[in-house]
């Protein structure tokens, strides 16, 4: 039981506390079958008793709980009132707080979409480039790097967003997980040797980015 509901339970009126253990001894005394009129009679009378010790506890109740119980609503309808400015004010922050965040997404994504229309046309005119710098040593492999999509560096936009009065913004982590099974398109490119071995016999000698060397390597002899 509940400690201070305890301490109001053991503060009933003394009175009805002698009538509950007087009438629990009555009952205690009831048959467990009634086979007489007398019997009968006497349950009746143990009955009328235990209804009258019922309200005198109801009316005790009434007198000494029932009031607390109306202080209680009142305190609680009171609590209500007090709260309903500070609520408001709270209510009128937080949706200040989310539209300027919206705001600023929104500003964000504008940004970011314009940097990303940049990115995407520095990485064609780079694609072009290089499909005509390889033109002139390795017509394949222009062909083939014609054809490969073209992926710019993807915009980032620093978008900084606050929770809490603690400040956070998107970043994306990649993981490599098989190199093996990555698309050609998001890897770095690598020196196709042979591609510049034939080049330069076939009379190429400027190669941008690349120097050739003729080494004399023995194959035979002492």
């Known amino acids: 039981m509940n400690a201070k509901v305890q301490v109001v339970s053991q503060k009933i009126d003394p009175t009805i506390a002698k009538e509950i253990v007087q009438v629990k001894r009555k009952t205690q005394d009831l048959p467990t079958r009634i086979t007489s009129a007398a019997e009968f009679a006497s349950v009746g009378a143990t009955q009328n008793v ?10 005790w109740y009434a007198r000494h709980i029932d009031p607390i119980n109306d202080t209680l609503k009142a305190l609680r309808a009171e609590k209500k009132k007090i709260l309903s400015e500070p609520e408001e004010w709270n209510d009128r922050a937080e949706r200040l707080l989310s539209a300027y965040n919206l705001e600023q997404e929104e500003k964000a994504e504008k940004e970011r979409i314009a940097l990303q229309k940049k990115l995407d046309a520095e990485a064609l005119a780079a694609r072009k480039k290089e499909i005509a710098a390889l033109k002139k040593t390795d017509k394949n492999a ?27 913004k998107d970043e994306l982590e990649v993981l490599l997980l098989d190199i093996d099974l990555v698309p050609v398109e998001y890897l770095k490119r690598e020196l196709k040797i042979n591609a510049v071995k034939a080049a330069y016999k076939n009379g190429v000698r400027d190669i941008p980015g690349v120097k050739v060397s003729e080494i004399k390597t023995l194959v035979n002899g002492g």
């Not at 235990?50 to 009316?59: D, R, T, W, Y």
């Not at 062909?143 to 900084?160: D, H, M, R, Y």
């Open 50 to 59: 235990v209804h009258a010790l019922i309200k005198s506890i109801e009316a």
């Open 142 to 168: 222009a062909l083939e790097l014609a054809s490969a999509p073209v992926i710019a560096p993807l915009a980032e936009v620093q978008n900084a967003a606050t929770l809490d009065g603690k400040t956070f």
